[in-house]
């Protein structure tokens, strides 16, 4: 798998359970891709009665020019943080598309080129808690699809991490980008 | 003033610089809408390259039936929490629209309709940090306009509230509520 290099419309859904901070990772990959790397971003959140059964979803459309539509029309990555969020989502997604999955939380996939990552598991290991997934999921999708720039994501993960936390989801972070490089590399 | 209840679809900007919280609070209504009291919700940010500048703003549209359209086109409702949130989309709003204000920051308004609450300052009165007048201004927001019920914004700020501010942010719904009931007290 070789990175790409994105000038024109990107499209990434985030779909997990409320609590696992999907949301929250939506703002900040859109502050990184217009605050630190100069794109535009929209963020959309759209609720409607799945919102009660606590599934959870963002979804962020990076361009360099205008951007017409803010929502997703066809995706060109999904992180999926639970089964039903895979179920829902996976096969909307462009065919050389990124499906990046939390292997831990997600037994079935779509297709074969899923990309299997213990997104949890590595939030509890790098940062001692697994309320970093988030950030940890962050990592692995940038790191994969360079879709911003690290630089940009570190600096927007920084300016949204809570007093106190900015080390533990620097680790989270840096964890995503390593298993990104690990997958990369066995790609080669 | 009376309220208004709202059966059809409802737009909503929250404007001003960043760190108000002002992305927060359209997350925080959008959830009161779509997982306390029943309707769909859309919430976007739109960022380009004045997200450089720190302008901060969040739309938010709720409805009954689907929503076609996740952005505002035209508000219902403003609320501009600074000088530049105020001149930029005061314009953009329904005849019948809310235009509410931080009337300390917000020197200059484009209408003499406009609603002028200092909130900043009944953030720091009821709950002794101006943090939360974010928390303030969605409870005057919905105390006026009855987007979502009272009930239903109340759980939705509980429930994004960090641990430990719980007290602290009810205490701050709480303050925009009555600031809502002494305006439309005024007006009747």
């Known amino acids: 798998m070789t990175t790409k290099t994105h000038t024109d419309r990107y499209e990434i859904r985030l779909a997990g359970e409320g609590g696992q901070g999907m949301i929250l990772a939506g703002i900040i990959l859109a502050e990184a891709a217009a605050i630190y790397d100069g794109k535009n971003a929209c963020q959309t959140q759209v609720y409607g009665p799945e919102a009660r059964g606590g599934a959870s979803k963002a979804e962020v459309v990076i361009a360099q020019g205008e951007i017409d539509h803010p929502e997703v029309i066809t995706a060109d990555a999904l992180v999926a943080m639970s089964q039903e969020a895979c179920d829902?989502?996976?096969?909307?997604?462009?065919?050389?598309?990124?499906l990046i999955?939390?292997?831990?939380?997600?037994?079935?996939?779509?297709?074969?080129?899923?990309?299997?990552?213990?997104?949890?598991?590595?939030?509890?290991?790098?940062?001692?808690k697994a309320i970093t997934a988030n950030v940890v999921?962050?990592?692995?999708?940038?790191?994969?699809?360079?879709?911003?720039?690290?630089?940009?994501?570190?600096?927007?993960?920084?300016?949204?991490a809570p007093k106190g936390t900015e080390a533990m989801n620097k680790a989270a972070l840096e964890a995503g980008f390593t298993a990104a490089d690990l997958i990369s590399k066995k790609d080669e």
């Open 101 to 128: 999955v939390d292997e831990e939380k997600v037994g079935r996939v779509p297709s074969s080129r899923a990309i299997k990552v213990p997104i949890t598991r590595l939030a509890q290991e790098s940062s001692g």
């Open 88 to 98: 829902k989502y996976g096969s909307n997604l462009k065919k050389d598309g990124f």
């Open 137 to 160: 999921a962050l990592g692995v999708l940038v790191g994969l699809t360079d879709v911003v720039s690290r630089a940009a994501i570190e600096k927007a993960v920084s300016a949204r």
